[in-house]
Structures are given as structure tokens and as C-alpha cells.
């Protein structure tokens, strides 16, 4: 029995596709829409599995094709995140058979084929139950690399990505002196689908690997959201993925973690840490003119339109490139709008891990760091207000003299 399933996300399709083959199905995949009306003539199909919202061609015209210019009655399964009711009954009205709406369980979707197809006679048919879900969104993740030998948690990081569909996981190599590469690329073994390596020869910070490691996934023409987190998972990934669908389901550009003690949530930092953090968080609100809690956390989801905007330029500083993101979207969107687009979400859990690349003393050049900022950012602001008002007092000058 053949499937054919067409979605312009490609980690949309690669659990269905494995999962399928493991019940004995013969699955082919397409991520471009046009390419995916060829294939269904030629590989004909016993279902054609579609999504609706893809560029150029939307699932609608794939199933116009199918039922009126193909006059096909093959079986068609809509598995897609547009919940809008005129989509979903002029589908039906289409002559689709099954309307699944994302988020949903993997086997859920297998169960619907079966009833729709039957299932295969031969192959390597398998009862195994499968808790993956597939989601609507896909998302990339930085995981910034230095010296990482002892600490990476392989296993968490490979335990979520078999059960969360949808994550593309990238590890920045900073330059490593011990054996963090090796280890990186024995964790990619069979999951090259899922995670990449991103080699940096040379050490050149956290700051600048992450902002590597942003335009990389950024190429990624599948990918809604790109964030970044910390590799010893101080913020766990259940916690990042609680960001995501909070940016998911708004409208906001990012959202931020915020290590904020409170009662139901488990944040445990170094006292000394927490004094100087408070002091640091201080001066940064009056920089920002933003009521930030915690600008400095390590795990942040951005929507892909700004992260060109945001990781383009180097960073100024090593450690506190997080308060110059937040700094550029204040110069590019201005402060009032800036402010309504971000979003500054307080974790469940963080939990201070031995080894951190910042010492104490790193801790104290920051108040250094910061005054950097704030000079280097006003003075770019005053500079390109300075030239705005060159070409305006231009313009009205040449104006002037053509009217001598």
C-alpha cells in the first residue's frame, strides 16, 4: 500500500514517513507542493496525505487536482494547523475523507490510515506504539558548545527530539579544546535529520556562537521559530517548549525566560550570584527603559523575521549580548512597539550547574560591559539622527536655491 504525503515542513514528515515504513507501508514525502502533483501522477498513490497552508500551491489546489482534474476518488487525508471552519468544510465539500487538525499523536494519524486504507498484508508490520506528536510548528534550537565533554546530557537532548516532532537541534562547537566535538557527532549518528554540528575552529564566545549558530538555522526554509538554550540544561527542555507555544499562540516576536523564584517553581541559584544578579538586573532596567526581571537567562525563542534583524551585526560585548538584542529591537521598532513584542515568561525550573563558563570575576566586568553598551548604542542613535537631519536640512536647502 502507497502513501503519499505532501507538507512543506520536512520535520513534519520525517516521523510520519518513519513510522508509516515501520507498519509496512510504501511512503513517499515532497516538501514543494508543485513537485508533489507530479509525484502523484506518477507514483500513484492509495492516499495522498496533504497540508493546507504551503507556499505557491495550498493543499486546497492539490486536492482540486486530484478530485476534478484527475477525477481520482483516491483517498485524501488533510493533516494541517489551519483550524479556520471554512477551510475545514470547503475540504469536506472537496471530497477529502479525514481532517486532522495539529497538534496530534502520531498514532492517532496511523490509526485514521488503517481505517481509511487497511493495512499492509506484508512488510515489517509492527504494533509498537509511538508517543511522538506531531506538531504544527517547527522549531530550531542553538545549543551554544565550549568544552562540553563532561556535562552534555546526550541522553535528554536525544530522549526529546524522539518524542517531540518538530525540533531541529543545533550545537554550536566554540572552539573546544577537549573532546566536545567527538561527543557532538556521536550524538548526530542516525539523527542527522534532527540535529547538526556547527564547527567553530576557534573560541569566540557564547555570544558569537549563538549568533552563528541563529543565521545557520535561519537558512532553514522549514523552521517558524529559532531560540537558543543552555547545553547543561539548567533550563530543561520541557520548560523551552513551554516558550514555544507561547509564542505560538500570540503575537509576540520573542519570549523570554525569566528565572523568577516563586511558590510552584523550582529556581536554585548561588546566593552570591543572585546578590550581584539583582544589582546587574537593576542597571540594565534603566538602560532598556524596560521592566525586565531577568534579561540574562539562557533560553530565549525568537519568530524567524527578526532574527536576521537580531544576530546579523557581531555583538559588542561576550557575555551580555542578550540586553543588546533587546537593544536593537528598541532602536529598529522603537520602545513603545518593541515593548508589546516581547514577552518575558517565568520558568518552572533552573537549577544552577557546576562548571559554568562565567566566573565571578567575569560577573563584575559587567558592569563594565554595560556602560559599553549604553555609550555605543547612543551614540549609533545619535549618529544616524545626526545623518537623518544632514539629508533633511539637504533636501530643504537644494529645494531653497531652486527656487532663486
Known sequence: MKVLAIDDQQLVLLPLKKKLRELGYTIKVETNALKGLELYDSFKPDLVIVDINMPGI???????????????????????????????????DLGVNDYMKKPLSLNEVCARIKRLIGVPKIGNYTNKVSNVIIQQRCVGVVIPCYNEEERLLSDQFLSFIDKNSGYHLCFVNDGSTDATLEVLKTLRKGRKDYITVYDCEKNGGKAEAVR????????????????????????DLSDFDDLVSTIENSKYKIVSGSRISRMGANIAKESARQIISLSINFVIRKILSMQFKDTQCGAKIFHKDVVELLFTKKFITKWLFDVEIFMRMKRHFKISKAKEMICEMPLKRWVHVEGSKLSMKDSIKIIWQLAKIAF?????????????ENKLTYAVSHKALGKV
Open 58 to 92: 495550498s493543499g486546497i489546489e492539490i486536492i482540486k487536482y486530484i478530485r476534478q482534474r484527475r477525477n481520482s476518488q483516491t483517498p485524501i487525508m488533510v493533516l494541517s494547523g489551519n483550524v479556520e471552519d471554512d477551510v475545514i468544510t470547503k475540504s469536506f
Open 212 to 235: 552563528l549558530g541563529m543565521l545557520h538555522m535561519a537558512k532553514y526554509q522549514d523552521l517558524d521559530y529559532i531560540g537558543f538554550l543552555d547545553a547543561d540544561l539548567s533550563t
Open 376 to 388: 555605543t548604542y547612543r551614540k549609533n542613535k545619535m549618529e544616524t539622527s545626526n545623518k537623518a
